[in-house]
C-alpha cells in the first residue's frame, strides 16, 4: 500500500483523482497553498491538484523542486489543462482526472521505482540532451521549448533509439492506454517537435506506412536520410 498525499486548493470538496479511491492505496488530502507547503505529513507520492488553479499547481511544483522534496509529484489535470503545463514545472508525471484505476496504479508505481533508482538521469543522442529530472532539453546545447507532451514523445523515442513505433504504440506509451484522441494527435505532435528542432527535424524519422523513430548520427550534426 501506498501513502499517497493529495495537495489540492480544495481539501474538502469531490477526489481529486476519483479512481484513485478504487485503489489500496492510502490517501490524505492536504491544502495546496505554499504556507502549507513547508511542513507536509508523511507520504510516500504527492499528488499536486491542478485541475482548477494551473498557475497554484505550477507555483506549488516549484516549490517543492527548490525544496528538494523527495517523494515522487504527479500532476493531476484535465485534458484542457495539458496544454498549458510545461515541463519544467518539476513533476514527475501527469495524470489526467479520468485516468482509471490500473493507470493510476502503473504511473504511481512507475514514479516511486524512478525516484528510488538515484542515479543521473541524461540521455545524450544525435546532438540532443535529454535531463529528465529537470525535464529540459537541448540541442547542440540551444534549450529547446517544449510542452509536457512534446519533451515526453522526445524523450521516448531518444531512449529507443532507431526503434520504429507505430501511431498507436506511441499513442500507448506516451499518452496512456486509455487516452480518447486519435492517432493524428500523434502526427501534430510529431509536427510540432520537428518545427522546433529546425534543421535537425530528420532526428525524428518517419517510415512510410508504419510510424516514427529516433535516428542516430555520429556526427556532431544530423544528415539526411
Known sequence: MVLVLA???A???????????LLPHSVRRHPLDPGHLLSLPEADVLLVDARTDLVAAKSAC????????EQPVLLVTTEGGLSAVAAD??????VLTGAGPAEIDARIRLALTRAGDGEPAHVQASGITIDEQSYSAKLHGRPLDLTYK??????????????VFTREQ????VWGYDYFGGTRT??????RLRAKLGEAEQIIGT?????????LYDDERPQED
Open 7 to 9: 495537495l489540492t486548493p
Open 11 to 21: 481539501p474538502d470538496a469531490e477526489p481529486v483523482l476519483p479512481a484513485l479511491e
Open 62 to 69: 516549484r516549490l517543492l523542486r527548490t525544496a528538494a522534496t
Open 89 to 94: 514545472w518539476g513533476f514527475a508525471d501527469v
Open 150 to 163: 512534446e519533451f515526453q514523445l522526445l524523450h521516448f523515442l531518444a531512449t529507443h533509439p532507431s526503434r
Open 170 to 173: 506511441l499513442l500507448s506509451d
Open 186 to 191: 500523434v502526427d501534430v505532435h510529431v509536427r
Open 207 to 215: 517510415v512510410r506506412n508504419v510510424g516514427y523513430r529516433f535516428n
